[in-house]
């Protein structure tokens, strides 16, 4: 036995759930009759092989943090928060140029969110998954009320523009989350990990542009997500046939497809709704998730009360998924 006082504890809520979903996107649009003007490349390959029609590119001026800002705002306006009642921001991304200071807290600051904890987290393309699983159990251990997720990224800032591998794959944008507190659970538990033997695979060379061994990267995401994601609905005790709407991370429309057959032939319905969202953002890392999930409710594709199955993946290697309602 001690003497020492005992230490107390938040109270949080049994459940979590999103409440609100938004996004932005700059306004350039790089189609790939574009790219082609720079680089050896044409439209019928990178549609073929990759599914990316067009994407949006950020001016110079633009900055990660603006992207973030707007997203964020959006994200509150669609849950209808107020940013003083949000206590809480993470800020997935991998593309912040300056390490310090970080992105979450100014952003919180410029959506009028007074004195959050802010901070960033990076699991690359995974991370939006990550952000959401962490919002999510802050709101059950009671260290958080609200908590807003904005996963942004600037990926022209750190891509060699001639590089074919890469320049054709990777884009700007930003999507957010509002995640609060819920009687009955909503977010089912995060299912992550990372293959940090693989480290190579995906990495900024020279601290300067991304290098990625493509044909690797297929193959690991091909062949190693489906389980992620099966065992992220097995931890939410749902079905594959309980899943409405699949959103993998949005690196490659034939990995997406090949997830979803996976998905498929262990029981998830044909009419599942499947995000191909990279045909006209291309991949945003870890904003891909919730911009795709905004684009589908803003076309109807998804409803209010679906069941989401989210699984996003990349350099670290890291991965993460999470079944949740859609709001
Ligand atoms: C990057 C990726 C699109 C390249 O596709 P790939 O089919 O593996 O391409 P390869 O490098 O094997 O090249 C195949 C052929 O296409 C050609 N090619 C490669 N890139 C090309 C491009 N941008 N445009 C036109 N042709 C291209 C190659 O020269 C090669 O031609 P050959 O067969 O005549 O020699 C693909 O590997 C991929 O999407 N990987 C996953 C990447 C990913 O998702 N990363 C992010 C994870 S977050």
Redesign the pocket.
Known sequence: MTDRPALSLHTGSRGSRVLGIGSFQPEKVVTNDDLSKV????DE??RT??GIIERRFAEKDEELTDFAVAAGKAALADAGVDPSEVDTVILPNCTMRTLIPNAAAQVAARIGIPNPGAFDLNA??AGFCYGLGVASDLIRAGSAKKVLVIGAEKLTDSIDPTD???A??FADGAGAAVVGASDEPEIGPVSWGSAGDLVDL?YMRDEKFIY?E??S??RW?TTQIAPIALSALEAAGLKPSDVDVLIP?Q??L??VEAIAKKLRANGARDDMVVADDIKYSG?T?SASIPLALDHMRKAGTVRSGDVVLAVG???GLSYAGQAFVSP
Request: glycine content about 6%.
């Open positions: 680089m050896d490349t044409n390959w990178i092989r990759v690359a393309c074919r591998a890469n054709i794959i995906i990625q493509g044909q990267v297929f995401a991370h690196a490659n034939r990995i991949n890392s993946f990349g350099a």
